[in-house]
């Protein structure tokens, strides 16, 4: 979202938010767009052609601290399983240190932006986190309601601090109650919000800058070799990588991370995937699968989390609840927790496969990950997303141009 889109959205959501407070329907809402023709794309619901075997396959980590050897390029590489639920394999020494330090040159070189994150459902969604439906907005409801209306990770000294600058928290019982609401004007909250994230930019969902490197333009000896070993070690069809080539290059400075979120979309979601259709419509990221490279020594923090790896199911709400999709504070509460190391390689699968088509299925929600935050010097990875639709005669059609990130 650019900056005057975020303010748009807040001078027109947070009004929204504190008036269904104010008459008392604090509860969850969430408004969700329709798929239209405008698009560009037809709407319709997955085709499944159950004549056609299976193509998409995962590779089998067995058990957690299972070690397969891979060989990629003629060298042998040890693939271990660090994680069953998600599937999570790591590979050491995948890049050479002139490799991963060739890949941040190509980068720089390109020049990197600030990243931006790109929730579609961020937008057209509002989220009034009044647990109780007390009427009241406890510290910890507010920070949710904040949360996921806004993108913006404050703790509660940072609301306490909003409480006595607006003076909202008239009888120091820091719950915001509905007659407390009633005397405040949602643009000063607005403008504090607006205010104080601009000061502190850590306080977002993501802070990182990034490039993309399309190996099909610059034609680069050593980045294709990297192409050729992702397919290799992946075994889907390579037209699947050579459409959708591009690596994304992301640098973390110090303070910076990228909460807790999903890499794809929900399947139910009845958006076309985004690598089928224009830029800046409506869409869904279609990651099948996350290959992710760690392209130097992180001097301190800069895991990459799964927080809810191996738990026995996933509740979103009581997830947002616990706090823990902030991983500046919660990194080490995560249930998998991988340290950053040059050259190392982690992948995993964000869908399941279905087996009625043998394509892709349902995102896996176990996928939920994120950067922890760097506390000292810089950390630089490059990620590869393997994109695969709904649609599958279109990913396998080589005359089917995809849009490009
Ligand atoms: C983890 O699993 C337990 C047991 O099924 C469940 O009660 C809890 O809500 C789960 N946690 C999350 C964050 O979904």
Redesign the pocket.
Known sequence: MTKRGMDTFHLIVLPIVLLCCVVGICGETEVHGTCTKDDGVDCGSTSSSLEVSPIITKLDGVEVGHVQDVILGGKTHQMTTLSMKPQVLEIKHFLTDEECDHVVRLAKKDGMFDSVTNTPTKSGSVKVMDMNQDTALSLREFILTIENSFDIYLDEDDMLKMYSELGMDRNGDTEISREELHGQDPKSVIDWLTDYVDKRPYKKSRMSRQAWLYPSKIHDKILDEIQERVVSLVGLPRILIDKNDEFQVVQYGPKGHYHAHWDSGSWAEKYPCCHHVKSGARCKSCRFMTVLLYLNEVEGGGATAFP?AN?????EN??RM?GKINLHRHCEDANLVVPAEKGKAIIWYNHHLDPTTGWVGEMDSFTLHGGCGVTSGHKWIANKWILVSDKRDKDLDPNFKPNRA
């Open positions: 809810i738990n026995e199911t996933f509740n009581s997830f616990s």
